[in-house]
């Protein structure tokens, strides 16, 4: 089952860009395996509140704005781990 994991892990590695790969290796490493982390969205309507998953604390409006138009990688500026917008509940 490892060995099918590391397999499938090599795999997807090869469509992901050498710099981004290295960034997530050395975050993971940092967070015990925990690279990710996702933007917590609260509100009821704009202007809504976001807050980093990883380190609970709040995020501006740039990072969720830029992560949905944007394919650049985007970090919690107090944890660094890599942020990522949840599915819409809408």
Do not use: W
């Amino acid at each position: 089952m490892v060995t099918d994991l590391s397999a499938k892990r090599l795999e997807a590695s090869k469509s992901v860009p050498p710099e981004a790969l290295s960034l997530f290796e050395r975050i993971a490493q940092q967070y015990d395996s925990e690279a990710l982390a996702k933007v917590e969205v609260s509100g009821r309507k704009p202007p809504y509140s976001y807050t980093c998953g990883g380190c609970f604390m709040g995020l501006n409006a740039e990072h969720a704005n830029a992560l949905g138009t944007k394919d650049d990688i985007r970090q919690c500026d107090n944890c660094k781990r890599i942020l990522y917008m949840g599915e819409s509940s809408e």
